[in-house]
Structure formats: C-alpha cells, structure tokens
T-cell receptor
Framework: GENVEQHPSTLSVQEGDSAVIKCTYS??????FPWYKQELGKRPQLIIDIRSNVGEKKDQRIAVTLNKTAKHFSLHITETQPEDSAVYFC????????????FGAGTTVTVRA | NAGVTQTPKFQVLKTGQSMTLQCAQD?????MSWYRQDPGMGLRLIHY???????DQGEVPNGYNVSRSTTEDFPLRLLSAAPSQTSVYFC?????????????FGEGSRLTVL
C-alpha cells in the first residue's frame, strides 16, 4: 500500500507570512495527490489537488507542487490569514488501487495575529 | 442536498458492547468509506465499498464490520467495543465517474469506549 509522511506536525506563522507543508509518498505509481483542511471540530474538506501529469497548481493563495522523481509534494499558503489556522492533511492514491486513499498524519497550522 | 450524514455525533460505550454508526449520502455516490481519526495518526481507512453488495477492507479493519445493501447507506458495526476503538469516525463518499476526485466527508462521530 501507499505510505505518506507529512512534515512538520505543527507550524506557527505570523499573519501575512507564507506556510509550507511537505509530504513524501512511497508508491512511484501514485497519480493523485489531494490536500484537505480540517478546522477545529469540523469535517475535512478538499482545498486543492494535483495529478501526476502536472507539476504545479495554484488557486488564489494556495498552491501545490509535485516532484515525481523525488516522490514528494508540497502545499504552499501565501499571505496567511487567521482563517488559515487549521489541520492540513496531504494524501495520495496508488495507481494499483484507487479506492485506498492514504493520508499523512496532519499538520496543525497556527496563524499568529 | 444534505451530503453525507452520520449518526450519532457522540456515543459512549462500555467495553464489550456493540453498536452501529450510521452513514447515508444523497449524492448517488458509488464509493463510500469509513475512516478513523486519532491524534498524530491522520485518517486511516477502515472499510470501503464501491457499490451495493461490494465491500472491502482498508488499512485497519479489525474489530469492524460493514455492509452495503443500498447505494445510499453504509453502516459501520462494532461487534464488541474495545478502548482502542475510542476515536473520531468519519464516513466519506465520492463519485466513481471519471478520474478519482474529491472525497466528501460527514461531520464525524466521536466514540468513547470505557
């Protein structure tokens, strides 16, 4: 199966600064990499995803980059705001079984005012 | 659309008791799944289903049973609860039309086993 490692586990940033979360995956055939955001006491919700045929994708203040050779992908949040405070999960799905989405352990992001 | 609905939101059990967590979706999604969330361990897949009558094991299936008699419902059963099953449980669904995409989560069910 797929093994996804996520770093750091906690991240504190000043409002307006950037935040970067990195994930590595084990299955070189993995082809779909979503990021989910979970606010305190809420359900996880998809914020951005990237497929293996693309190197970078942006949506307003968030972007995801994928390095297939190194088997890692990263979430970048620019101009952080208090509402960006949440737990972020990366995930990957192996080509061999696209029913088994594997999640990283999560990163707790705190944006300091 | 209500999306994915889970009940109950909170439950306290004693060791050895049984219970069922209910999950329903009204998006006509073929794929449904159950995850458990524990501190520092992310979301781990328990069981999943790709259609009525079809279920399969995920990463941590021991101690849990599932069935899928309809497209809409995917209950998770704990036959003999153990303290190690104290967790927050999420049901999630997605369409299987087109490439794999967004997983829609329910609000979660917090289970405590004493």
């Amino acid at each position: 199966g797929e093994n996804v490692e996520q770093h750091p586990s906690t991240l504190s940033v000043q409002e307006g600064d950037s935040a970067v979360i990195k994930c590595t995956y084990s299955d070189s055939a993995s082809n779909y990499f979503p990021w989910y955001k979970q606010e305190l006491g809420k359900r996880p919700q998809l914020i951005i995803d990237i497929r293996s045929n693309v190197g970078e994708k942006k949506d307003q203040r968030i972007a995801v980059t994928l390095n297939k050779t190194a088997k890692h992908f990263s979430l970048h949040i620019t101009e952080t705001q208090p509402e960006d405070s949440a737990v972020y999960f990366c995930a990957a799905i192996p080509r061999s079984n696209d029913y088994k989405l594997s999640f990283g352990a999560g990163t707790t992001v705190t944006v300091r005012a | 659309n209500a999306g994915v609905t889970q009940t109950p939101k909170f439950q306290v059990l004693k060791t050895g008791q049984s219970m069922t967590l209910q999950c329903a979706q009204d998006m006509n999604h073929e794929y449904m799944s159950w995850y458990r969330q524990d501190p520092g361990m992310g979301l781990r897949l328990i069981h999943y289903s790709v259609g009525a009558g079809i279920t399969d094991q995920g990463e941590v299936p021991n101690g849990y049973n599932v069935s899928r008699s309809t497209t809409e419902d995917f209950p998770l059963r704990l036959l003999s609860a153990a303290p190690s099953q104290t967790s927050v449980y999420f049901c999630a669904s997605r369409t299987m039309t087109g490439p794999v995409g967004e997983l829609f989560f329910g609000e979660g069910s917090r289970l405590t086993v004493l």
